[in-house]
């Protein structure tokens, strides 16, 4: 059975950025089972699914905007040091905060300064090349 609306699909993977570093695989967990047109994936990256079979292996290219979106300069802050403690403050690493809206968000610290600290609101993975090396482990037609 090929990968088609309303399929239940199952595949390994490992995701890359474009430099080679390995980001994520589902080698750990155990594969990623998902509903094809439920949009659970990227809209893209279903497309580049659709029509394979269990068996097939093939990578996928997304570029930023199929993926997680450009870096939006915004997003960066530039926030007084003295609202974070220096226990665990270090570049790169993350915490939740609520935006404007009053919705968390992830925050990464991209630059510590004396009297400042700039952090960024962006996804950890916006404005990256994603490249996804896949293996269809089943095809399964789900129940209308």
């Not at 809206?101 to 610290?109: K, L, N, S």
């Amino acid at each position: 059975m090929r990968i088609a609306e309303n399929t239940l699909v199952t595949l390994h993977y490992k995701l890359s950025d474009s430099e080679g570093n390995v980001l994520d695989s589902s080698q750990a967990e155990g594969p990623l089972v998902y509903h094809q047109g439920s949009g659970e994936l990227f809209a893209a990256l279903e497309n580049q699914l659709q029509g394979h079979v269990a068996g097939d292996v093939f990578t996928v290219t997304l570029s930023p905007e199929e993926a997680h979106g450009p870096v939006h300069q915004e997003l960066l802050q530039k926030v007084p040091r003295y609202a974070f403690t220096d226990q665990g403050l270090s570049i790169g690493s993350r915490f939740k905060a609520k935006g404007a809206d009053g919705e968390e968000q992830i925050i990464t610290v991209r630059e510590i300064h004396q009297n400042d600290v700039i952090v960024d609101a962006n996804h950890p993975l916006a404005g990256k090349t994603l490249v996804f090396e896949i293996a269809v482990v089943s095809v399964t037609e789900l129940e209308p």
